[in-house]
């Protein structure tokens, strides 16, 4: 017997769905790379759709997409953005394990409202890539390397040599 034949009330339920198609509120928010396709537009554009989950600090659960057009500087320039955000070192080549990496990594991006336009709602889009929400900070300085003093282990056996210098 299915959820559906016991009978659902939905009486009291709004019937926007809790104004889930209402944009989130532009700021700060983590977020995570859910799934990525490989796409090709009517143009005949290759480009990468993403979809990502926002963790929070709020709206945790919602999605925003994302369409990186690979034929295009400015698309290629955000695309290594997000990797870079995500942890990745996408300086040189960005291949199929550099996505797959970045793919749940949790980030932080600034997200704006991208108005609505010829009959679509506005919606939420990544304004720009911030970085990851526990990442050490880019300029940390090197320390000297410490070495300890060597000591023999128990019970093995040294001897002093002369080599002959």
């Not at 809790?18 to 009517?42: H, I």
């Not at 704006?112 to 010829?118: H, K, P």
């Amino acid at each position: 017997m299915g959820l559906l034949d016991q009978g659902i009330d939905v009486s009291n339920i709004d019937e926007s769905g809790g104004g889930v198609s209402e944009p989130m509120p532009a700021g700060e928010y983590t977020l995570a790379a859910a799934v990525y396709s490989e796409e090709t537009s009517k143009a005949g554009n290759a480009y990468l759709k993403v979809e990502y989950n926002v963790v929070g600090p709020s709206y945790a659960g919602r999605k925003i997409w994302e369409n990186f057009t690979l034929t295009h500087p400015v698309g290629l320039g955000r695309l290594k953005s997000f990797i870079n955000a995500t942890g990745g070192d996408a300086t040189q080549t960005v291949n199929t394990d550099m996505m797959r990496g970045a793919m749940g990594k949790q980030f932080t991006a600034n997200v704006a409202i991208e108005e609505g336009n010829n009959g679509y709602a506005a919606k939420n889009k990544i304004s720009s890539f911030k970085g990851g929400s526990a990442s050490a900070p880019a300029t940390a300085q090197p320390q000297a390397p410490q070495q300890a003093q060597a000591t023999p282990a128990p019970g093995l056996n040294t001897t002093n040599v002369d080599w002959g210098g």
